[in-house]
């Protein structure tokens, strides 16, 4: 299995290029927020070299949608993109992959989006449609997500260990409160408790918005999903030193939930075991 | 080319009434494939009959198909595109390209629409959606006015935007806070709208307080309300503008889409400022949340966010529809209580609103009343001219 890591700052991408990790995932600033470590396009090429000198990967990752004004605005710099020496490029908006695949990106297209394709019908529309790999929606139950290890091992690209998106606005949500409040110097990053229950999420806002992240760490360490080509973990809120330790355990075969619970601050969790009451609800 | 104004319609009574309103088309949902699970939602005979109503006035009727599918809701989606097809449904509205391409397939005369809940937001996605052979796209509701024009000028697919309804505080369909917070899946019709929930804020570590305990963090948006950016929208040949709400009432409905058709009808003869503030008192009588004007001209800040505000927008001003006209007097049946001396306000699609004050009243026994209470019972009073059949009548709050 080639894994795909995640780097969230300098000092993790030293040691990230240090551990087993065959893909280190980076952002452009402008198009990623505080989601992973960014850097500019001049800091980008230098950065390819050096990830590859170390023998490693570099997927380039636009987690959010493009707007028509920003695409525009940044047009001639993501053609630049679509020429660099960059193994792959996942991208949450679909626009941003047609482009990339019309301009002859030589880098594998994922289509990276936590909630679109939830079947394996539209995997393989998206995977007909210039894609190479995608990721299957992180909210259907580990038996759906089973079919797509089944059916699609070598284009599949599971989360198998991580923190995870649950939802992205495009408004300044906590700063518009901290306005209403008064509260000038509130923290970009923050805990959010629903009062009816004792229900806690992460909150990041950035350039981009605002994010909303499940506090439980999402452990995905069913032989199925090991035995897939490629394994992808997330690490933002997560102290490095664990994800190099999920690094290690995922070359070593030894990865399992208890492993993670056993060795983490967070909670753990499956995911979700029914997402199916959507069609029911309310009628 | 003319602009469509596209209204929603829950049941075969709110479809006749967007249509008689003013709606150039109405979407529903059938009872399979679509979101907005707890609205009534069409039956295949139902649909049938929208169908011919919608044909037989020279409009169109649009079937939501827009859930993101698993695996197994593929099941019997073959069948019933067809049939939307032999039917005559105009368009299905899909958030799945494969069902998109599918419908391509098996139901060749029908257009397919690309959701709002792709969030297609630029150029590209366009592209991409008419590469797949799909025939219009609802953008994404955070493009800005410059982003729409631009999109609008390359003129690569048909656009529709929204104008008036719901907004969801989150890119549509990439949030899954109902499905974590209530087992309930947003993008399966089943969205628990836990965005409009109240939350405290602490610091990563839990330790210091953030949130006011006075004003808890929410993050329950406003509803959009386009009016006063609805003549730049005319302007620029959008293909459609879209009314969200297909669980709204009758008259809301006839509010909405009555307010929405006057504009477009006048927006050449009268003066804009004063256009765009009479359509705003318009659409202030129906039953709404708290409005604001979306992504168009700036990125929403704290005005677009309902804090320590529950929900709203439930009024009773609407008492009675037109029913039949007996010499010089109507009949109305009721909706909500009225009294004598109230004063009524009817309006409709063919006349300016119109006001008077009640009296006279009889129930259905020819019995004189002064007060009108019973829900779907039948009143008659004097006629008002002009009058027609089916227009509504709304209670004027002094």
Same mark, same amino acid.
């Given at each position: 299995?080639?894994?795909?890591?995640?780097?969230?700052?300098?000092?993790?991408?030293?040691?990230?290029?240090?551990?087993?990790?065959?893909?280190?995932?980076?952002?452009?600033?402008?198009?990623?927020?505080?989601?992973?470590?960014?850097?500019?396009?001049?800091?980008?090429?230098?950065?390819?070299?050096?990830?590859?000198?170390?023998?490693?990967?570099?997927?380039? $990752?636009?987690?959010?949608?493009?707007?028509?004004?920003?695409?525009?605005?940044?047009?001639?710099?993501?053609?630049?993109?679509?020429?660099?020496?960059?193994?792959?490029?996942?991208?949450?908006?679909?626009?941003?992959?047609?482009?990339?695949?019309?301009?002859?990106?030589?880098?594998?297209?994922? $289509?990276?989006?936590?909630?679109?394709?939830?079947?394996?019908?539209?995997?393989?529309?998206?995977?007909?449609?210039?894609?190479?790999?995608?990721?299957?929606?992180?909210?259907?139950?580990?038996?759906?997500?089973?079919?797509?290890?089944?059916?699609?091992?070598?284009?599949?690209?599971?989360?198998?260990?991580?923190?995870?998106?649950?939802?992205?606005?495009?408004?300044?949500?906590?700063?518009?409160?901290?306005?209403?409040?008064?509260?000038?110097?509130?923290?970009?990053?923050?805990?959010?408790?629903?009062?009816?229950?004792?229900?806690?999420?992460?909150?990041?806002?950035?350039?981009?918005?605002?994010?909303?992240?499940?506090?439980?760490?999402?452990?995905?360490?069913?032989?199925? $999903?090991?035995?897939?080509?490629?394994?992808?973990?997330?690490?933002?809120?997560?102290?490095?030193?664990?994800?190099?330790?999920?690094?290690?355990?995922?070359?070593?075969?030894?990865?399992?939930?208890?492993?993670?619970?056993?060795?983490?601050?967070?909670?753990?969790?499956?995911?979700?075991?029914?997402?199916?009451?959507?069609?029911?609800?309310?009628? | 080319?003319?602009?469509?104004?596209? /209204?929603?319609?829950?049941?075969?009574?709110?479809?006749?009434?967007?249509?008689?309103?003013?709606?150039?088309?109405?979407?529903?949902?059938?009872?399979?494939?679509?979101?907005?699970?707890?609205?009534?939602?069409?039956?295949?005979?139902?649909?049938?009959?929208?169908?011919?109503? /919608?044909?037989?006035?020279?409009?169109?009727?649009?079937?939501?198909?827009?859930?993101?599918?698993?695996?197994?809701?593929?099941?019997?989606?073959?069948?019933?595109?067809?049939?939307?097809?032999?039917?005559?449904?105009?368009?299905?509205?899909?958030?799945?390209?494969?069902?998109?391409?599918?419908?391509?397939?098996?139901?060749?005369?029908?257009?397919?629409?690309?959701?709002?809940?792709?969030?297609?937001?630029?150029?590209?996605?366009?592209?991409?959606?008419?590469?797949?052979?799909?025939?219009?796209?609802?953008?994404?509701?955070?493009?800005?006015?410059?982003?729409?024009?631009?999109?609008?000028?390359?003129?690569?697919?048909?656009?529709?935007?929204?104008?008036?309804?719901?907004?969801?505080?989150?890119?549509?369909?990439?949030?899954?806070?109902?499905?974590?917070?209530?087992?309930?899946?947003?993008?399966?019709?089943?969205?628990?709208?836990?965005?409009?929930?109240?939350?405290?804020?602490?610091?990563?570590?839990?330790?210091?307080?953030?949130?006011?305990?006075?004003?808890?963090?929410?993050?329950?948006?406003?509803?959009?309300?386009?009016?006063?950016?609805?003549?730049?929208?005319?302007?620029?040949?959008?293909?459609?503008?879209?009314?969200?709400?297909?669980?709204?009432?009758?008259?809301?409905?006839?509010?909405?889409?009555?307010?929405?058709?006057?504009?477009?009808?006048?927006?050449?003869?009268?003066?804009?400022?004063?256009?765009? /503030?009479?359509?705003?008192?318009?659409?202030?009588?129906?039953?709404?949340?708290?409005?604001?004007?979306?992504?168009?001209?700036?990125?929403?800040?704290?005005?677009?966010?309902?804090?320590?505000?529950?929900?709203?927008?439930?009024?009773?001003?609407?008492?009675?529809?037109?029913?039949?006209?007996?010499?010089?007097?109507?009949?109305?049946?009721?909706?909500?209580?009225?009294?004598?001396?109230?004063?009524?306000?009817?309006?409709?699609?063919?006349?300016?609103?119109?006001?008077?004050?009640?009296?006279?009243?009889?129930?259905?026994?020819?019995?004189?009343?002064?007060? /009108?209470?019973?829900?779907?019972?039948?009143?008659?009073?004097?006629?008002?001219?002009?009058?027609?059949?089916?227009?509504?009548?709304?209670?004027?709050?002094?």
């Amino acid at each position: 299995m080639k894994l795909f890591v995640e780097v969230n700052s300098t000092e993790n991408l030293r040691l990230i290029l240090e551990s087993q990790a065959d893909i280190c995932v980076i952002g452009l600033r402008g198009f990623c927020g505080e989601r992973i470590m960014s850097v500019t396009f001049e800091e980008l090429v230098p950065l390819i070299t050096i990830i590859h000198d170390h023998g490693k990967e570099v997927c380039l $990752f636009f987690p959010y949608i493009l707007l028509q004004s920003h695409f525009k605005t940044n047009e001639e710099t993501l053609k630049q993109v679509a020429h660099l020496n960059l193994d792959y490029i996942a991208c949450g908006d679909v626009g941003l992959g047609y482009f990339l695949k019309q301009h002859q990106s030589k880098a594998k297209l994922i $289509f990276m989006n936590e909630t679109m394709i939830a079947n394996t019908f539209d995997a393989h529309t998206f995977l007909e449609s210039g894609f190479d790999l995608f990721t299957p929606a992180i909210d259907i139950t580990l038996d759906k997500k089973r079919i797509f290890a089944h059916k699609m091992p070598k284009q599949a690209l599971f989360q198998l260990c991580g923190t995870h998106l649950i939802s992205t606005s495009h408004r300044p949500l906590l700063r518009s409160y901290y306005d209403v409040i008064n509260k000038e110097d509130g923290p970009n990053q923050v805990k959010l408790k629903e009062l009816s229950r004792d229900a806690k999420y992460f909150g990041l806002e950035d350039d981009q918005g605002f994010h909303v992240f499940h506090d439980r760490l999402l452990v995905l360490d069913d032989p199925t $999903f090991l035995a897939c080509d490629y394994g992808y973990l997330s690490s933002l809120f997560v102290n490095v030193k664990e994800t190099l330790l999920w690094i290690e355990m995922l070359k070593n075969h030894t990865f399992s939930y208890d492993t993670v619970k056993h060795h983490s601050t967070l909670h753990v969790y499956h995911g979700l075991e029914e997402t199916d009451k959507g069609l029911e609800a309310g009628t | 080319m003319s602009v469509e104004l596209l /209204a929603p319609a829950g049941d075969l009574l709110r479809l006749k009434v967007a249509f008689d309103f003013g709606a150039d088309a109405v979407f529903i949902g059938g009872k399979a494939f679509s979101l907005r699970a707890r609205a009534s939602n069409f039956t295949m005979d139902d649909i049938q009959q929208g169908v011919k109503i /919608a044909h037989d006035r020279g409009k169109k009727l649009f079937v939501t198909v827009n859930i993101v599918p698993h695996e197994d809701n593929f099941e019997g989606i073959e069948q019933y595109l067809t049939q939307l097809n032999a039917m005559g449904v105009d368009a299905i509205i899909v958030a799945s390209i494969a069902m998109g391409k599918i419908s391509k397939r098996v139901a060749p005369n029908m257009e397919v629409h690309i959701s709002t809940q792709v969030s297609a937001a630029n150029e590209h996605a366009l592209r991409f959606y008419k590469s797949l052979g799909f025939d219009r796209v609802v953008l994404a509701r955070e493009c800005s006015l410059e982003d729409v024009r631009a999109m609008v000028n390359l003129n690569i697919l048909p656009i529709e935007v929204f104008i008036h309804g719901g907004m969801c505080v989150n890119v549509s369909g990439r949030c899954t806070l109902s499905n974590h917070m209530s087992l309930r899946d947003a993008n399966r019709g089943g969205c628990a709208q836990s965005c409009r929930w109240r939350y405290e804020l602490t610091s990563l570590d839990e330790q210091t307080m953030i949130s006011d305990p006075n004003l808890t963090f929410t993050m329950s948006s406003k509803d959009l309300n386009a009016t006063p950016h609805l003549k730049e929208l005319l302007e620029m040949n959008v293909a459609s503008l879209k009314i969200e709400g297909r669980m709204k009432s009758e008259y809301y409905v006839a509010t909405i889409v009555n307010a929405y058709r006057h504009f477009i009808d006048h927006v050449d003869e009268l003066d804009e400022d004063n256009h765009v /503030a009479s359509t705003l008192v318009e659409l202030s009588k129906a039953a709404s949340r708290a409005t604001f004007d979306g992504f168009y001209k700036t990125l929403p800040h704290s005005s677009s966010i309902l804090y320590g505000v529950n929900g709203g927008g439930i009024n009773q001003d609407f008492v009675g529809v037109v029913r039949k006209i007996e010499g010089d007097r109507m009949w109305v049946e009721v909706r909500n209580v009225f009294n004598e001396n109230d004063v009524l306000e009817v309006f409709g699609p063919n006349h300016e609103n119109r006001q008077w004050i009640v009296s006279n009243m009889r129930n259905e026994d020819e019995e004189s009343i002064t007060r /009108a209470y019973q829900p779907m019972s039948w009143v008659s009073m004097p006629c008002i001219h002009p009058i027609e059949i089916d227009e509504f009548i709304r209670k004027v709050t002094p």
